[in-house]
């Protein structure tokens, strides 16, 4: 049973080419996190919905939006990609910010 | 935010306990303990959490050190499925609503046959 679901799990787009990576879940979690994870490093939060209301981490790049229309869904769009912004992103949900989960990712690579 | 740091790397043999240190030093009384695991190419998955006591699930069990600036994950039997990065995480928890949570370093962890 899929629970945290990202669509595609892998993208590649072209330097400076707009891309949007989606995230949906079925556990009608409220919170919905964005994470951002490169090689051999740890997730590092992009930013998070409490339900409508949007939090940003404060290094987060202006490049980085999100979107999240209805409690289902959640998209990250990306305006315009670097090499820099090859990563693993990584979908999480939570109730009320308790223990997280996370989807499987979605690599972008950045030709 | 509380600094968690872990081993870069460990190994244990399969069928064998392994025991993965976090510390934790500056951790809040409040804050609770996660460890999630990370196969190749997937999402990080949920093991075990907890605040001040010991607590076992049938993934592994948590040990807390009375201080709360270490805990240790015990998995009983190691087995080649075991294999991947470990994450220790500490979750402030309260009334803010921006619940976050601090990932350690990992441990990578082998499983020999």
């Known amino acids: 049973d899929a629970m945290v679901i990202q669509n595609p799990r892998y993208q590649v787009t072209q330097f400076g080419k707009p891309v949007t990576l989606s995230c949906s879940q079925t556990?009608?979690?409220?919170?919905m996190y964005w994470y951002q994870q490169k090689s051999s490093q740890a997730p590092k939060l992009l930013f998070h919905y409490y339900d409508k209301d949007f939090n940003n981490e404060a290094d987060t790049p202006d490049n980085f939006q999100s979107r999240r229309p209805n409690t289902s869904f959640c998209f990250l769009d990306i305006r315009s990609p670097g090499l820099g912004d090859a990563a693993m992103y990584l979908c999480?949900?939570?109730?009320?910010?308790?223990?997280?989960?996370f989807g499987p990712g979605t690599r972008l690579t950045v030709l | 935010d509380a600094k968690t740091t872990q081993p870069n790397s460990m190994e244990s043999n399969e069928e064998e306990p392994v025991h993965l240190p976090c510390n934790h030093s500056t951790i809040s009384g409040t804050d609770y303990i996660h460890w999630y695991r990370q196969l190749p190419s997937q999402g990080p998955e949920y093991v075990i959490h907890?605040?001040?006591s010991n607590v076992n699930n049938r993934m592994a069990s948590l040990a807390i050190a009375e201080d709360r600036k270490s805990s240790t994950l015990i998995l009983h039997r190691a087995t080649l499925r075991d294999a991947a990065v470990y994450y220790c995480?500490?979750?402030?928890?309260?009334?803010?609503?921006?619940?976050?949570?601090?990932f350690g370093t990992g441990t990578r962890l082998k499983v020999l046959a």
């Open positions: 999480a949900t939570s109730r009320d910010g308790y223990t997280q989960y």
């Open positions: 995480i500490t979750h402030p928890v309260g009334t803010s609503g921006t619940y976050k949570y601090i």
């Open positions: 556990l009608n979690h409220n919170v």
């Open positions: 907890g605040l001040t």
